[in-house]
């Protein structure tokens, strides 16, 4: 009876040291899309910010003399829609999947369903 119990603690510490072991794999691969994701995201916003501040003196240089100070909210408008459509993309990079724990989320579960 001693020995079984004993069996059953060595099998059940064994099943948490290889859940632990998943969930170390896993994390390492999380962090390596984490840090991906956040260097496109910083690269973007260099390169976009003076893109976009370039762009914008040339328009309202040449823009001015036409339309004056018009062009000024048709600027602002057009780079709030741009911020918004960025903004939905990142979202939707980060409810892709990348980010989560699929394999570890599974097996816990089973080992759940299999003790409940």
């Known amino acids: 009876m001693i020995a079984s119990l004993g069996l059953v603690t060595r099998n059940a510490i ?9 969930a170390a794999l896993e994390l390492a691969e999380v962090r390596n899309h984490l840090l991906q994701l956040v260097l496109v995201f ?41 911020a918004i459509g960025l903004i939905l993309y990142a979202r939707a990079l980060i409810r892709s999947g990348k980010l989560a724990l699929p394999a570890t989320m599974a097996e816990l579960k089973s080992d759940r369903d299999m003790l409940l």
């Not at 064994?14 to 998943?22: C, I, Q, T």
């Not at 260099?46 to 823009?63: H, P, Q, R």
């Open 42 to 82: 910083a690269l973007a916003v260099l390169l976009g910010g003076f893109a976009l501040i370039y762009a914008s003196i040339t328009v309202v240089y040449l823009a001015w003399a036409a339309i004056g100070w018009v062009i000024l909210p048709i600027i602002t408008a057009v780079f709030l829609v741009v």
């Open 14 to 22: 064994a099943l948490l040291l290889n859940r632990l072991e998943l």
